[in-house]
T-cell receptor, first 110, second 117 residues
Framework: GNSVTQMEGPVTLSEEAFLTINCTYT??????LFWYVQYPGEGLQLLLK?????DKGSNKGFEATYRKETTSFHLEKGSVQVSDSAVYFC?????????FGTGTRLKVLA | GAVVSQHPSWVICKSGTSVKIECRSL??????MFWYRQFPKQSLMLMAT?????????EQGVEKDKFLINHASLTLSTLTVTSAHPEDSSFYIC?????????????FGPGTRLTVT
């Protein structure tokens, strides 16, 4: 069945550091891929998405490229801010269900 | 953009009582809504898929008689936790799509935090 594997956290970075959160997937067909962010005590907000191979999703300085050959959708940001501290979820959509990764907690220190 | 609301945002109830959580799509019609449960510092676990006008489809291991789901209209789904116990305390999140396309983006509600004492 479909699955998403996300790197375990927590990830602690200094402000302005480079961020990578790895996400790989297994799926039949061609799923859509998403990154969601969850701030403390809140629901999920869509950060970015990609619906086909080689698509690059981007938002608020975050980027992720849908790599079919490596079945990956790694999240990157060139310079993180304290306000980016949150939990990030990689998700796969297909067959009428979302499959979420386990989430990666990011803490950015000033 | 599409907005999903949940009510209440938090609720405290006594053990043995029932509590109802509402999920509404505010500016679109949602044929299908999804209910998730999230434990502290963990990922979202899909509980059930709610279809307007028909019975919900529950994931394996989710008690149908304990978590009653009703999708009364194209903009409202409700989750009722019956005879709640402390182990039911959790963060419950709903989501909905705008077209029923399985590959589309889901819009998530802000979540409801349930505490059972």
């Amino acid at each position: 069945g479909n699955s998403v594997t996300q790197m375990e956290g927590p990830v602690t970075l200094s402000e302005e550091a480079f961020l990578t959160i790895n996400c790989t997937y297994t799926a039949t067909g061609y799923p859509s891929l998403f990154w969601y962010v969850q701030y403390p005590g809140e629901g999920l907000q869509l950060l970015l998405k990609a619906t086909k191979a080689d698509d690059k999703g981007s938002n608020k300085g975050f980027e992720a490229t849908y790599r079919k050959e490596t079945t990956s959708f790694h999240l990157e940001k060139g310079s993180v801010q304290v306000s980016d501290s949150a939990v990030y979820f990689c998700a796969l959509a297909g067959t009428y269900k979302y499959i979420f990764g386990t989430g990666t907690r990011l803490k950015v220190l000033a | 953009g599409a907005v999903v609301s949940q009510h209440p945002s938090w609720v405290i109830c006594k053990s043995g009582t029932s509590v109802k959580i509402e999920c509404r799509s505010l500016d679109f019609q949602a044929t299908t809504m999804f209910w998730y449960r999230q434990f502290p510092k963990q990922s979202l676990m899909l509980m059930a898929t709610s279809n307007e006008g028909s019975k919900a489809t529950y994931e394996q291991g989710v008690e149908k008689d304990k978590f009653l789901i009703n999708h009364a209209s194209l903009t409202l789904s409700t989750l009722t936790v019956t005879s709640a116990h402390p182990e039911d305390s959790s963060f419950y999140i709903c989501s909905a799509g705008t077209s029923g396309d399985p590959y589309e983006e889901q819009y998530f509600g802000p979540g409801t935090r349930l505490t059972v004492t």
